[in-house]
């Protein structure tokens, strides 16, 4: 399939020309998820397990209760036993239709008048409902037994079909779309960018872009944010991941005479990083900014300029100035806690013997890997 000569925005599933025409560029699509037609297992067919045939006008719920009956006669189940120990022929049945099969519906009490015609399940009916609805009640209430799945024409990278077939190669010979290239992390993508195969009349061409995205992807590096990948939702940050993509953000659009005001932004962040962390807080203030830290960390007080030692205690307890100035003025404060542990006055014993957890308040996490899990 042809798509003209290539522009930038084609390959921004935010918009039209890129966007994958199924899921629109949303990467997933909302599917009817038979589990969650079925609000208790362990409730009977006579108790109402299928939730969705429990709702709806007085009609259409008396037309349910009919082709409820109708099925429970056709396939021979007890509607009293628990929907869970059910036979499977009778759920496949129930859930996607009888394979024009045709079962006999008897919609009068004195049996006159039968109908008899294939089922066609519970999640095509829904379907079929979701689609033909001008109700957005109707298509909310449908809404809650439907689940969000990858999308099945692009997988879930959300772009078209041609902007997934260009790719990037590497000194190493691997190629990359741009849908691959945003699965890698900060570092991963790093080392690829600097490891491009390019002639020297695409260097030429590419370099400027070459040269803001690898300033970009340090700045990440920088912050102790190399391991998020750069497809990562934003929903899924710890507060403190948030909050230095936006200090990196800062760094790399070069503003001067800015107060910023980071509140523990070491927070979530490996003890290992926090050198990064400082050094790009000192390059935040050699461009002429003023910094503003709330931190408990020892490392980043013993790095401020200024320090403010508020307190004498927390909470109810503190609201006063302390001490403040260099970290040997804070050492030096007689009524600083902060100070007292500074300059080792006071410290934190360690145990001589942990105390162990009791079996029962033990919780074991087995092959995680969402996020940061590994």
Known sequence: ???GELAPRQFSFNRHLGACPACHGLGTQLVLDPDLMISDQTKTLAEGAITPWRHGTKRMRAYYRHLQTALIKHFHVNEDVPFGDLPKSFKAALYFGTNGEPIEMEFAANGEKKIKKPFEGLVPQMQRLYEQTQSEFTRNRIRAFMTREPCKECGGARLKPQILAVTVKEGQGRELNIHQFSQQTVEEALQFIGNLDLSEQQQTVV???VREIRSRLQFLANVGLGYLTLNRESGTLSGGEAQRIRLATQIGSGLAGVLYILDEPSIGLHQRDNARLLGTLRKLRDLGNSVIVVEHDEETIRAADHIID?????????GAIVAQGTIENIARAKN????????????????????????AGCLTVVAASQNNLQ
Request: aromatic share 2%; with cysteine.
């Open 1 to 3: 399939m042809k798509c």
């Open 207 to 209: 370099n400027d872009v």
């Open 310 to 318: 508020l307190g004498p205690g927390a909470g109810p307890r503190g």
């Open 336 to 359: 600083s806690l902060t100070g007292d542990y500074l300059s080792g006055r006071a410290r934190i014993a360690i145990p001589n013997q942990r105390p162990q957890p009791r079996p």
